[in-house]
């Protein structure tokens, strides 16, 4: 029986939070040893299949179409084109390929249909399949599921009250209600956040309550250190200190004993020694390839020169879960319902965004 706690509080998790380095550090590698390898990392490919042009205000991100970042945009890409990334991803040691599309959600459709035959074609490849696609239904996520989806990420990005001060175009209880739709499916749920867009530490706490508090929990939490994208909102924060970043991961394996943690944006800034120092502290997952959906991301030699040199070894797909059947389009039980939700947009000013807007506009 899982003893996996579901009542972590705010003060608890600050505790542990600031607890002695050296003593965090043994406590989460002690629990990390108790559920997980040591040794064995899981990695993922993260693929931009549709890139910019977001009607979103997230902060952070430079594929709002709202702020002048220099992103090139694309339009959603062809099933041809996604096998042709997965199949490269798979013959560089990645069992997953998580697909990204900039959209605020998901519309039934074409495109959508494109998205499901993506997931047919790469679950065949065997390879464990993710997207994050904004927020969706109940009705997306069973025809999703149906497609052979093995996880489906949506990230609280922070605690509800700081998540206020990045995001205005949506509400965090939609961010929940998505992934309680992918819930009522078998696809697995990966939800996790930034540090670095000028939180505190009990925001950071907060976001660790609100995922450690899903019953189930995640079972994927990413952890990213922003990367400041000239343009965006947030284009002035400083680089998190590794030490912020050993501490949330360690935090992160104590209150969520069994979730894969994944050491996601912001590597780049990282030395190998501090990368090492969060697979101690936990990790288990990293994102391969030299870019994450548009941000840099170290190369997948280095990764596994890297790799070699700590004794780390890449996971099998499908060592966690059984690999999910794929329904053909055909045969689907799912249909498309047309569905048009209305989910929440706030709009509350944020003048950092509104700020950035301005700017963008003026260079136009
Ligand atoms: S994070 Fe996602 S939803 Fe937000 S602006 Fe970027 S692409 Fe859009």
Redesign the pocket.
Known sequence: MSRTRHNWTKEQILDIYNTPLMELLYNAATIHRKHHDPNTVQVSTLLSIKT?G?????G??????RYHTNIEGNDLMTVQQVKAQALRAKSSGSSRVCM?????NVKDGEEFDQVLEMVRTINKLDMEVCC?L?MITENQAQRLAEAGLYAYNH?LDSSEEYYKEV?S??GYEDRLETIDNVRKTNVTVCSGGIIGMGEKEEDRAGMLVALSTLNPQPESVPINALVAVEGTPLEDQKPVSIWDMVRMVATTRIVMPETQVRLSAGRTEMTREGQAMCFFAGANSIFAGDKL?TTPNPDVNADMEMFKLLGLNPQKPFIKKMQPETVEAQDSQYQSLGEKPKWSRPEHSIERNEEAKLKAKALK
Not at 60 to 65: I, T, V
């Open positions: 910019g977001c009607p979103e205000d997230c952070y991100c430079p594929q709002a179409a990204g599309a900039a959209w605020r994050t904004g990230n995001i175009t949506r959906l």
